[in-house]
């Protein structure tokens, strides 16, 4: 009888150390489940959901939140404690974490809640499994925690699951793309997509600028020459669908110079002189064709009537570029960009070009793009000054610029009536000579339109910011913003444009406080 005791002691230990070793059994342990896991989430520093604008990339390292949902049949707990072990890509980086939650207070279910900060790379499939978690029933003790132990509360007040959750984000259609032959236009794009809804089979859908479709996760597309083309691409996981947009840029293959002569008034007798042609491989081949049935194969084409001509360049890969002039008595005498510089200086950055014959009643519109060539937009213009037998010469001024931008690219563009004509583009970068002496910095200001750009030149990630904006007139409303990773905040979406004369910009993050003076000038 004696041995028969001793038997089923061993037993039970044995029993309860496998329980408290394998996920399997401590699931089967807790029969009721009364508060249960619905899933895990991946969320950003400030607990906020990622959307498809978070500009991540693969690989790159992301410091943020991981969340949990519960649900069950009850409503009577609190001093939940919860075990884990974390996988990452199917590899097992942590065993058996525990976090203590909803201290002192009730448990709430179908709720999104913070489990603890959480590190991992983007792209990195969260696994959380063996879920193990038990709490304290009865009525709520206030000013209590969990008691932290082994799984060895083994009773019906507990829950297991062995397979456990995916850490999800939403999902997230993103690509990439790379230059795929000897012409620089035919593009293969490659799909980034992560999140969504396991098992994560996607289905893509492709738009490339209305110029064709495709499907599939890697694409090729044979564009039709260079330029800036808007590509499409959705993404379906079984449950969500998303589609995102993406300007992509293609350099020129050729850059064509040429000199025009027009015709005299009733006198076939223009020329069109090709100047140079750069890119791709010589020797280059020519074709033209033009009014009233015109065609050549010369380089240079001569005793043209007025009209337009089309240009066909092809060099000796097979690779070409079309180009189209009008030749007429108004046409610009040879016509090219003489000189063009870009250059920083103190707080500006000032942009002289000089033309050749210059055609009357042209304007010249300055453009800049930060950071790279994909985004012109026009930040000026100067009338021509019509010299049509002279060099003419110009300079703007550019005050406008992001302060906390060190490279910008400039073109100009000479428009007629009836043409474009596009400078080279220019690269320039410089050090950050408008940097605040505090932490923030205002532009651009003085303000001409009241719409003042505020940048963090210090603090990365999600910053909790309360600003309060005042004059000798008002007082506005003082306002709350998280900062996000781009550190800038757009003050006329918070506050309306900013008024004409001064104001006194206070800034509150954390236990610092910083004041600006504003100028509207409009």
Same mark, same amino acid.
């Given at each position: 009888m004696e041995s028969t005791v001793k038997q089923r002691r061993i037993?039970?230990?044995a029993l309860f150390i496998m329980a408290i070793t394998n996920s399997y059994i401590l699931f089967a342990q807790c029969p009721q489940n009364n508060f249960t896991v619905t899933g895990f989430q991946l969320r950003n520093q400030a607990g906020q959901l990622f959307s498809v604008t978070d500009n991540y990339e693969l690989g790159q390292p992301v410091t943020g939140e991981l969340w949990v949902n519960f649900g069950g049949s009850t409503t009577n707990g609190y001093n939940m404690l919860m075990f884990y072990d974390v996988f990452r890509n199917g590899i097992r980086t942590s065993d058996d974490q525990y976090d203590c939650l909803f201290s002192g207070i009730q448990v709430v279910q179908n709720t999104w809640v913070k489990v603890r900060n959480f590190n991992w790379n983007w792209g990195d499939l969260i696994e959380i499994r063996d879920i193990f978690m038990y709490w304290e029933t009865g009525t709520v003790k206030p000013n209590t925690t969990c008691i932290i132990s082994n799984k060895n509360n083994i009773n019906s007040q507990c829950y297991g699951n062995p397979s456990g959750f995916t850490a999800a984000v939403p999902l997230f259609p993103k690509f990439d793309f790379a230059s795929n032959g000897i012409c620089n236009t035919t593009i293969q794009f490659t799909s980034q997509t992560i999140g969504g809804t396991p098992p994560f089979n996607y289905t893509f859908q492709w738009n490339f600028d209305g110029l064709g479709t495709a499907v599939g996760p890697n694409p090729v597309f044979n564009f039709p020459g260079s330029g800036t083309y808007t590509i499409g691409l959705t993404a379906n996981d079984g449950t969500t669908i998303t589609t995102i947009q993406k300007d992509i840029f293609i350099d020129p293959n050729f850059g064509i110079q040429v000199d025009i002569f027009p015709t005299k008034i009733d006198d076939s007798s223009g020329i069109i002189y090709v100047q140079s042609v750069t890119g791709g491989t010589p020797p280059y081949t020519y074709s033209w064709t033009g009014p009233n049935g015109f065609t050549s194969?010369?380089?240079?084409?001569?005793?043209l009537s007025n009209g337009t001509y089309i240009l066909t360049v092809t060099d000796s890969n097979?690779?070409?570029?079309?180009?189209?002039?009008?030749?007429?008595?108004? /046409?610009?005498? =040879?016509?090219s960009w003489k000189n063009f510089e870009v250059a920083a200086e103190k707080s500006q950055i000032r942009i002289n070009w000089e033309v050749n014959n210059e055609q009357e009643d042209c304007i010249y519109e300055v453009e800049r793009s930060n950071g790279d060539v994909n985004n012109f937009t026009s930040i000026g /213009?100067?009338? =021509?000054?019509g010299n049509i037998n002279s060099v003419s010469n110009y300079s703007f001024t550019d005050k406008s610029y992001a302060a906390y931008e060190d490279t910008f690219y400039y073109r100009i563009v000479q428009k007629?009536?009836?043409?474009?004509?596009?400078?080279?583009?220019?690269?320039?970068?410089?050090?950050?000579?408008?940097?605040s002496q505090g932490s923030w910095h205002a532009f651009p200001n003085p303000s001409t339109d009241g719409r003042i750009l505020l940048k963090n030149m210090d603090e990365v990630?999600?910053?909790?910011?309360?600003?309060?904006?005042f004059n000798s007139t008002q007082l506005a409303q003082p306002r709350e913003f998280v900062l996000d990773s781009s550190g800038i905040i757009d003050l006329a979406s918070l506050f309306g444009p900013i008024p004409r004369g001064l104001s006194i910009l206070k800034i509150q993050w954390g236990a610092k406080i910083e004041t600006l003076k504003l100028i509207g000038a409009k």
């Amino acid at each position: 009888m004696e041995s028969t005791v001793k038997q089923r002691r061993i037993f039970i230990i044995a029993l309860f150390i496998m329980a408290i070793t394998n996920s399997y059994i401590l699931f089967a342990q807790c029969p009721q489940n009364n508060f249960t896991v619905t899933g895990f989430q991946l969320r950003n520093q400030a607990g906020q959901l990622f959307s498809v604008t978070d500009n991540y990339e693969l690989g790159q390292p992301v410091t943020g939140e991981l969340w949990v949902n519960f649900g069950g049949s009850t409503t009577n707990g609190y001093n939940m404690l919860m075990f884990y072990d974390v996988f990452r890509n199917g590899i097992r980086t942590s065993d058996d974490q525990y976090d203590c939650l909803f201290s002192g207070i009730q448990v709430v279910q179908n709720t999104w809640v913070k489990v603890r900060n959480f590190n991992w790379n983007w792209g990195d499939l969260i696994e959380i499994r063996d879920i193990f978690m038990y709490w304290e029933t009865g009525t709520v003790k206030p000013n209590t925690t969990c008691i932290i132990s082994n799984k060895n509360n083994i009773n019906s007040q507990c829950y297991g699951n062995p397979s456990g959750f995916t850490a999800a984000v939403p999902l997230f259609p993103k690509f990439d793309f790379a230059s795929n032959g000897i012409c620089n236009t035919t593009i293969q794009f490659t799909s980034q997509t992560i999140g969504g809804t396991p098992p994560f089979n996607y289905t893509f859908q492709w738009n490339f600028d209305g110029l064709g479709t495709a499907v599939g996760p890697n694409p090729v597309f044979n564009f039709p020459g260079s330029g800036t083309y808007t590509i499409g691409l959705t993404a379906n996981d079984g449950t969500t669908i998303t589609t995102i947009q993406k300007d992509i840029f293609i350099d020129p293959n050729f850059g064509i110079q040429v000199d025009i002569f027009p015709t005299k008034i009733d006198d076939s007798s223009g020329i069109i002189y090709v100047q140079s042609v750069t890119g791709g491989t010589p020797p280059y081949t020519y074709s033209w064709t033009g009014p009233n049935g015109f065609t050549s194969t010369s380089e240079d084409i001569f005793n043209l009537s007025n009209g337009t001509y089309i240009l066909t360049v092809t060099d000796s890969n097979g690779c070409h570029q079309t180009v189209e002039y009008t030749l007429d008595i108004a /046409s610009i005498l =040879g016509f090219s960009w003489k000189n063009f510089e870009v250059a920083a200086e103190k707080s500006q950055i000032r942009i002289n070009w000089e033309v050749n014959n210059e055609q009357e009643d042209c304007i010249y519109e300055v453009e800049r793009s930060n950071g790279d060539v994909n985004n012109f937009t026009s930040i000026g /213009s100067l009338k =021509g000054l019509g010299n049509i037998n002279s060099v003419s010469n110009y300079s703007f001024t550019d005050k406008s610029y992001a302060a906390y931008e060190d490279t910008f690219y400039y073109r100009i563009v000479q428009k007629t009536k009836s043409s474009a004509n596009y400078s080279p583009i220019k690269m320039v970068q410089k050090e950050i000579l408008l940097k605040s002496q505090g932490s923030w910095h205002a532009f651009p200001n003085p303000s001409t339109d009241g719409r003042i750009l505020l940048k963090n030149m210090d603090e990365v990630g999600a910053v909790k910011v309360t600003l309060e904006l005042f004059n000798s007139t008002q007082l506005a409303q003082p306002r709350e913003f998280v900062l996000d990773s781009s550190g800038i905040i757009d003050l006329a979406s918070l506050f309306g444009p900013i008024p004409r004369g001064l104001s006194i910009l206070k800034i509150q993050w954390g236990a610092k406080i910083e004041t600006l003076k504003l100028i509207g000038a409009k």
